[in-house]
């Protein structure tokens, strides 16, 4: 089954035994949202498209990702630090962006020799340089390069219901073997979006997290308990 089905099949389960469940009085439905771990992976514009891959590649579809419209291309990249230590074979992701954007974990970055800071997508004004190798050409880009926050895809109506708005922060805990409270998550809300929580290799591997484990939104920072 694919990893996109898989994630949307434990979704449904689970808000269906929310449904299901009776609470005492006083009581609200737990927030629960899945997990979906994100690897290193980059986005990128066309101009840098061009020069990787040749002038007019079209990125081609290898799947579907859970977030309609989104997907990973068969196409991959080398990451190039400045003291020339890589790392192969990173997945581009589809569609095409407005401005090239790579994303890597903490242990990424430390093998690369950089430094990159922790920062919601699209936020790159002062972050790491990073050079991009493909088969047809390679380009060296300042302020591209980050460990992508801890956030929640979701949509206008669960929002609502749950309270929250675009760039909340919430507190959740993760439901796994190793109990983890997780701070700082920025709430993203979006039209087409469907409920998941995004977090990178080193925060799963820290809280025993796997695709599809669970975790529940306690607090929105700031304003105590939802």
């Known amino acids: 089954m694919e990893h996109a089905k898989l994630i949307e099949l434990i979704t449904r389960e689970v808000i269906a035994q929310l449904s299901e469940?009776?609470?005492?009085?006083?009581?609200?439905?737990?927030?629960?949202?899945?997990?979906?771990v994100s690897m290193r992976h980059v986005h990128l514009a066309q101009p840098e498209i061009d020069i990787l891959f040749g002038i007019g590649h079209r990125l081609t579809k290898?799947?579907?990702?859970?977030?309609?419209?989104?997907?990973?291309?068969?196409?991959?990249?080398t990451l190039v630090g400045p003291k020339l230590r890589s790392i192969p074979n990173v997945r581009v992701l589809g569609p095409v962006r407005k401005r090239t954007q790579v994303e890597v974990s903490r242990t990424d970055a430390i093998i690369?020799?950089?430094?990159?800071?922790?920062?919601?997508?699209?936020?790159l004004a002062g972050v790491e340089t990073i050079t991009l190798v493909g088969p047809k050409g390679s380009i060296t880009l300042p302020e591209s390069c980050i460990v992508a926050n801890r956030h929640i895809h979701i949509s206008p109506l669960e929002a609502q219901q749950w309270g929250l708005?675009?760039?909340?922060?919430?507190?959740?805990?993760?439901?796994?073997?190793?109990?983890?409270?997780?701070?700082?998550?920025?709430?993203?809300?979006?039209?087409?979006?469907?409920?998941?929580m995004h977090i990178d290799t080193d925060d799963a591997?820290?809280?025993?997290?796997r695709c599809g484990t669970m975790v529940e939104i306690a607090d929105k920072e700031g304003q105590g308990c939802l």
Do not use: C
């Open 205 to 209: 591997n820290a809280a025993d997290v």
């Open 21 to 36: 469940h009776s609470f005492p009085s006083g009581m609200t439905k737990a927030k629960l949202v899945p997990v979906a």
């Open 112 to 123: 690369l020799g950089i430094d990159a800071p922790v920062r919601p997508s699209g936020q």
């Open 62 to 77: 290898l799947r579907e990702l859970y977030q309609p419209g989104e997907f990973a291309a068969e196409e991959v990249v």
């Open 165 to 196: 708005t675009d760039n909340d922060l919430v507190t959740v805990k993760v439901l796994s073997d190793k109990t983890t409270i997780f701070g700082d998550v920025q709430v993203r809300v979006g039209d087409t979006f469907k409920l998941i």
